[in-house]
């Protein structure tokens, strides 16, 4: 591990040879304490280390399809208000309370507000993944408790 930190601050001292484009005593002085600086912050202030790195890496591509899905359930759920809406039928609020089976607070906070933000639901409270949520009609509370987002969300908690 200590080898691929070392790397890492070498790495840094090229990055910053390259982007000096001359070598001179102080700019080779200068660098060596910067890159040093930075690498020391990353390592003990910050906690960094190369496999943390590696995960939100591998973590990116689901990331990009959960925003993709959200969007398209978001449109789905637009579509549906708006013919409720035309439909002349009086809605009629429902509470819904479900367990969401996430493990990790930044996971329930991104439910939450994806449940907000799809149009007709409404995260009302959520403790420690016992969520509560105001739905338009009884329609939108079926299946609340089984969210494609809430499938992600666990695969994404999997990785990291």
């Known amino acids: 591990m200590e080898r691929r930190l070392n790397a890492i601050y070498l790495l840094f001292l090229i990055v910053w040879f390259i982007f000096n484009g001359r070598i001179t ?5 200068f660098g060596v304490l910067a890159c040093a600086g930075v690498w020391l912050l990353l390592k003990y202030l910050l906690h ?23 969007l398209w359930e978001i449109v789905k759920a637009n579509v549906s208000v708006i013919k409720l809406i035309f439909s ?16 990790s607070p930044i996971a329930n906070a991104a439910l939450a507000n994806s449940i907000t933000l799809t149009p007709g639901t409404i995260t009302v409270s959520e403790e420690n993944g016992l969520f509560t949520v105001h739905c338009l009609c009884e329609d939108y509370a079926e299946g609340i408790d089984d969210l494609v987002f809430a499938r992600l969300l ?4 999997g990785i990291l």
């Open 88 to 103: 002349g039928r009086k809605p009629e609020g429902v509470l819904v309370t479900f367990e969401s089976g996430l493990r």
């Open 25 to 29: 005593f102080q700019i080779c002085l």
């Open 48 to 70: 960094w280390n190369i496999k943390k790195e590696l995960r939100l890496y591998k973590l990116l591509p689901h990331v990009i399809y959960y925003g993709l899905v959200l």
């Open 154 to 157: 666990k695969r994404m908690e």
